[in-house]
C-alpha cells in the first residue's frame, strides 16, 4: 500500500483531553488503514488512556510534549513561550513535513495564531480562513471565515470564496457550488462599506459561481454552498446558530413534559426526532479547517468527543488525497 | 377621559394591506378607548374595509392619499418624490404634531429615511437606532440596532445602549437592565475595532448595567437584557432566528410524520407544543420602534397580520404614557 496520511493530535487540548481525543485516535486508526496519527502530549497520560485499547500500532506514533496551552492563555505570548506544548509541537510536526496535517480541540486563539506562524501560509493567500460547514435544510454550507480575521479586507473575501469553492466541490462533492456573500437584503446595493466593495469583485470572478447576497434567514434553508463573509460576522452566525438551536430544542423538550397526554406523545416521538434532529448538529460535521495553509490545520471543538476527533482525522485523508492544497496554490496563484 | 394617543397608521403597507391594517386598527380601537387611529390610505379601499366592522367612531379617523410606496423601490427617492403617498402622509401627521405615533407594515428603507427626514432626531441623538424586540428562554431582550445605522461609530453605539436601557426599564419593566455588547469572545481585548472602541466607553457609561460581552450563543439564553450591536450585525442576528427557528421547527414537524408509531406522538404532544413554541415566535413582539425621533415611528414586519398591527398600536400607548422620549432627551443632552 501507499504512504499514509500523517495527522498529528494535540492530545492535551479540549474539555475532554486526553481521554476522549486518545479514544478518537484509536477509532480513526481502528477504521481506517491509510491514516497513521502522531499523538503529541503527555507520555505518560497517553500510554495511560491507550492500555485499554487495541490498535494496529505501525498506525500510531507518542510524541511526548511536556506543557499545555490553556484555553484562556493570550494565545500570541503562548505559542512563543511554551515551545514543549502539545498544541506547538504539533504544529511543528506538519511545518517540518513529518506530518501533513493537524487537529486539536484546544486554544482557538493559539490553533489561528500558530497555524499562520508556524505552518504558514500558502504563497499568495493573503488571509487564512476557518471554515466550518455548517448544517442546512437539505445538508450543509460552508461558513468562510467563522472567525480568523476581523475587519478583513474586500480582496481577502474573494480568496475566501475561491478557497471555499475549491472546498465544497472536492471534498464535499458538490458540483459548482453556489457562493453567496453574507448582506442585510438582496440587492447589490445594499450593505456596510466592505461587502459594498466586495460583491463587484466576486461578481467579476471567473473562479466562482456566484449568485449575489444572502440574508441570513435564508442560510438554514440551505440557499448557497458557500457563505463567504468577515469573520466577526461569520463568528455571530456559527454561534447563534447554536444558541437559537439549543434554546429551541430546549423549548420542545419542556414543552413535551408539560402534561401526562404530550408525555406519552414525546415518548412516542422521540426515536424519529432524534433521527431527524442529527443533521442539525454542527457535532457532527467534525472540526473546522483553516484554509490557505502549507498543511492542512483543523480546529474541532472545545467539547469535542472522540467520535469528533475520529471524523476530523479521517477528513485530513481527502482533503490530502483531493490535493486540496495544490488546487488553492494553483488558482490564488495565477489571479492574485 | 384625557387625551388619546393618535396613532397614524400606514393602510397601504405591507403584504396583507390594507385589508389586514385596517382589521388590526379596528382591534386596537375596540380593545383600548385611549387610542385614537389615523388611517392613512386611499380612502375607498379604506372605507370598503371598514364596512364590515362595528368600532367607536370617535376614535378613527381617515386620512386619504393616493399614493404608495413600494418595497423595492429606492428610499430616499420614494420619499421625496411620493408626498402623496400613505407612508410619507403618515410621517408627517406626527412631525406637525397632529399624531403621537407612526405604525407602518410597508417599505423598511422608506420607514427608516424618512423617520429621520421628516419626523426628525431628538436633539443630541446622532443615530435613531432600530430596536426589535428577541425572544429568549424565559422572556426578551432588545436589540439595538438591528438595520438602522450600517457601519456605526462606537458614540452611536453607547447612545444605542442608554435608550435601549431606557426602553427596557420603562417598556418591559425590567428594573437595572443588563447591557451587553455583541461580541466573538467574553474576553476585553477581543473583537473588531469597533468593539474595541467601543468597550471601554460602554464601561465607563454612568447611566447603564454594563455587564461586558455576549457571544451570539448566549443571546436565546437570555444572559442579557439590551444587546448593542452594529446594524449589519444586528441584522444577521434578527434574519439568522428567524431562519434556523423556521428550519428547525420543520424540522421537528417532518420528523413527527416520519412514522405511523410518531404521527401518534405528535398529536398527542401537539396542543403543549404550540404553547411553548409560541413563546419563541418573533410577531408576537409586535412592531420595532426606532429610538431617538421626535415621535415615535414603528415599522412591523412586512407579513404582518391584524394581531401584529393590533400590538404595535397599543404600544404606542405605553411609550407615551412613560415619557420615553423625555427620558432619552435628559440622558442625551446631559452626557454628550
Not at 506514533?61 to 484562556?72: D, G, K, Q, R, W
Not at 486539536?104 to 497555524?115: C, D, E
Not at 450543509?140 to 466541490?169: T, W
Not at 434554546?247 to 412516542?268: C, D, E, Q
Request: net charge neutral.
Amino acid at each position: 500500500m501507499g504512504e499514509y496520511v500523517k495527522v498529528a493530535v494535540d492530545a492535551m487540548g479540549g474539555d475532554n483531553a486526553p481521554a476522549e481525543i486518545v479514544k478518537g485516535a484509536v477509532e480513526a486508526i481502528q477504521e481506517n488503514s491509510k491514516v497513521k496519527v502522531y499523538l503529541v502530549g503527555n507520555e505518560d497520560a497517553m500510554k495511560k488512556e491507550l492500555a485499554g485499547y487495541q490498535y494496529p500500532e505501525e498506525q500510531l506514533m507518542l510524541v511526548p510534549a511536556s506543557e499545555v496551552i490553556e484555553t484562556a492563555e493570550p494565545p500570541v505570548m503562548a505559542i512563543r513561550k511554551k515551545k514543549d506544548s502539545s498544541l506547538v509541537k504539533a504544529l511543528y510536526l506538519v511545518k517540518d513535513g513529518t506530518c501533513d496535517a493537524y487537529v486539536s480541540a484546544g486554544s482557538s486563539g493559539a490553533t489561528l495564531v500558530g497555524g499562520q506562524v508556524i505552518v504558514g501560509r500558502i504563497k499568495g493567500v493573503e488571509r487564512p480562513p476557518l471554515a466550518p460547514l455548517i448544517p442546512t435544510e437539505n445538508g450543509c454550507a460552508l461558513l468562510v471565515d467563522c472567525g480568523a480575521n476581523v475587519d478583513a479586507r474586500p480582496s481577502h473575501l474573494v480568496q475566501f470564496a475561491k478557497m471555499g469553492s475549491i472546498y465544497m466541490e472536492n471534498i464535499m462533492g458538490v458540483r459548482n457550488p453556489r457562493v453567496a456573500i453574507v448582506n442585510i437584503g438582496a440587492e447589490e446595493e445594499k450593505g456596510n462599506a466592505l461587502v459594498k466593495e466586495t460583491f463587484p469583485l466576486l461578481k467579476n470572478c471567473p473562479d466562482i459561481h456566484f449568485i449575489g447576497s444572502i440574508e441570513a434567514r435564508d442560510i438554514p434553508a440551505g440557499m448557497a454552498d458557500v457563505i463567504v463573509c468577515e469573520a466577526f460576522v461569520g463568528n455571530v452566525i456559527l454561534k447563534l446558530y447554536e444558541g437559537v438551536g439549543g434554546t429551541l430544542i430546549k423549548k420542545v423538550r419542556n414543552g413535551m413534559m408539560s402534561s401526562l397526554r404530550s408525555k406519552i406523545g414525546a415518548f412516542l416521538v422521540k426515536p424519529a426526532l432524534k433521527e431527524t434532529l442529527k443533521d442539525f448538529e454542527l457535532e457532527q460535521y467534525g472540526g473546522a479547517p483553516m484554509l490557505g495553509l502549507n498543511g492542512l490545520v483543523v480546529k474541532t471543538h472545545g467539547s469535542s468527543k472522540s467520535v469528533e476527533i475520529k471524523n476530523s482525522i479521517l477528513q485530513c485523508i481527502l482533503f490530502k488525497e483531493q490535493k486540496i492544497n495544490e488546487k488553492i496554490k494553483e488558482k490564488i496563484s495565477i489571479q492574485d
